[in-house]
């Protein structure tokens, strides 16, 4: 069961780190210095950007469960 959710979160944070970069900067910051203040017509539709932060969250929260699970796990062997 430790693998399983190991497994899950490797996987998890992968996706994580994908869904985060492809998010819209909101300006200032490290975005702009790396070229996020140049304006792309990707993602430029408001329900694309929405169903991506759906995405973004619904990872998050297996990432989450998977750290409390193992957390758990390694606290009660």
């Not at 190991?6 to 819209?24: C, D, N, P, R």
């Amino acid at each position: 069961m430790e693998l399983l959710f190991t497994v899950l979160l490797i996987i998890s944070s992968a996706i994580m780190i994908l869904l985060v970069l492809l998010h819209k900067g909101r300006g200032g910051g490290l975005s702009d210095m790396f070229g996020g203040g140049v304006s792309s017509s990707l993602g430029g539709s408001s329900v694309a950007e929405r169903n991506l932060d759906r995405f973004t969250v619904g990872i998050g929260i297996v990432w989450f469960a998977c750290v409390f699970a193992l957390g758990l796990m390694l606290a009660y062997q």
